[in-house]
């Protein structure tokens, strides 16, 4: 025989798990996800070409039917909505601009957040439709139940003064495992603008960032085996003005970067904080 | 109309994924040889396919491309494992090991091929097990039909040598395929 032949017939041994199917359907469940944000994200900035009405005009009906609890201060607050159809629950609380000058600026912003959330809630459905139907054809109790969908919105401050709020919203998708989803939104209330991280720093900024990241890179591999970052063509080169980031309580800035951007899967999300404090105002 | 073009673009990669799910583990085992790094590999794969998308002109090329992102993955792996020097002789075992769960026994060729370097590995596992195109392999290798044929001919003698064995049978596999001229 062929001795390249019979090689080829050893490779062909290798055993394939049997959970490779499951591990596969799921990656590009969370694959087509992180393209959907990555594409919201790009539209973030993009302002809307009218303005628009009450807050719950933005909401779909269908999710019409839930509990309206406006709570929290300042500028930000939140609807408190949950909902269960079907395979899916979703528990949320979204957060919101408060309007009292009935400017456009806050109904922009927030159909931008309920859009985010939206476009969430009906992949999730889609998703949670899918593997509901499988799981009733099989008539196997255990998986049906298994199939269902919990779906958690919430936010959280990083940071607010009288001028800026910087905010990032969580969504957490747990079906088998947990896929978790942040938005991060800093706003010049003052200014009535939706800040990038070019608002924020100046041209010649840009490579003292770069070069810290790059950094910090270096020690957090330095200092512990398990922190492993991409270097290859995905390896970190340079923050770009659709950069997620934040301004955490001490006003520093944040950057942050998503799961799979410049390190492998396992190390998640992953933050760099400048070391100095920038002019928020 | 754009959202549309996109999401028909996303329903097609998931198919080329699912067509070639196997293909993808039995690639990443092939360098890292073992179950869960491999998974991890197919995993970060997908995710970084996806990710990656918008930056794929021409859809008749995304076989090529999304092997080409598992194989640097890989790639990343490996140098990571190495660099980390972690568990230096399981990772050394395993490269000469079998398989983790299976009594099967390998030919000294393919164990010859897995001590290849890396980048001869990955043209003779595309050539011969994966039996690709000379064509399709430069593209994922991002280098010309002629770089390939040169790295897939060293990669034969070198097998050679290892092998200490008769001339016959690397002429036999060529002749067979009649490919490197």
Excluded at chain 2, 60 to 74: A, E, P
């Amino acid at each position: 025989m062929d001795p390249l032949h019979r090689a080829k017939q050893d490779y062909n041994q290798i055993n394939i798990p049997n959970d490779l199917d499951q591990l596969v359907d799921q990656s590009i469940r969370q694959g087509k996800a992180f393209h959907h944000k990555a594409t919201m994200n790009k539209g973030f900035k993009l302002a809307f070409t009218a303005c628009c009405g009450l807050i719950l005009f933005y909401f779909p009906n269908a999710y019409a039917s839930v509990n309206r609890n406006e709570t929290g201060s300042g500028i930000v607050r939140s609807w408190s909505l949950s909902s269960k159809e079907n395979s899916l629950s979703v528990s949320a609380n979204v957060p919101f601009i408060l309007n009292d000058e009935n400017d456009g600026f806050s109904d922009e912003i927030n159909r931008e957040i309920f859009e985010i959330i939206d476009n969430r809630i009906q992949l999730v459905k889609e998703a949670a439709l899918e593997s509901y139907t499988l799981a009733k054809a099989k008539a196997v109790p255990e998986e049906i139940e298994e199939a269902e969908h919990d779906l958690y919105i919430d936010y959280s401050i990083k940071y607010e003064s009288e001028n800026t709020v910087s905010f990032v919203i969580t969504i957490e998708d747990a079906y088998l495992s947990v896929e978790h989803f942040n938005y991060y939104t800093t706003i010049n209330i003052q200014d009535k603008k939706d800040l990038t991280l070019m608002d924020l720093i100046q041209e010649e900024q840009l490579e003292l960032i770069n070069q810290e990241i790059k950094n910090q890179i270096q020690q957090r591999e330095k200092e512990d085996e398990n922190n492993c970052f991409f270097h290859d063509e995905s390896e970190f080169k340079s923050i770009d003005e659709n950069q997620s980031f934040y301004i955490n309580e001490n006003k520093q800035l944040v950057i942050v970067f998503e799961r799979c951007e410049i390190a492998p899967n396992y190390m998640g999300e992953v933050e760099f904080i400048m070391p100095f404090e920038i002019p928020i105002n | 109309m754009l959202k549309l073009f996109q999401e028909r673009k996303k329903d097609k990669l998931a198919n080329l994924i699912k067509e070639n799910q196997v293909t993808l583990y039995r690639m990443a085992y092939s360098y890292v040889h073992n179950e869960e790094a491999a998974k991890d590999i197919v995993q970060d794969t997908i995710l970084q396919a996806y990710k990656k998308l918008d930056t794929l002109k021409e859809d008749n090329y995304m076989k090529t491309w999304l092997i080409r992102i598992l194989i640097n993955q890989s790639l990343d792996t490996l140098r990571r494992q190495k660099r980390k020097n972690e568990d230096t002789l399981e990772y050394q075992d395993n490269l000469s090991s079998t398989h983790d769960s299976s009594f099967y026994e390998y030919s000294d060729l393919y164990h010859a091929v897995n001590q290849l370097d890396d980048k001869i590995r990955t043209v003779i596992v595309l050539r011969y097990f994966e039996e690709m195109k000379f064509e399709e392999i430069a593209k994922i290798t991002d280098t010309n039909i002629n770089t390939v044929k040169s790295q897939v001919y060293k990669g034969l003698t070198l097998l050679k040598e290892n092998m200490q064995e008769e001339e016959k049978w690397i002429h036999c596999t060529e002749r067979n395929r009649t490919t490197i001229k």
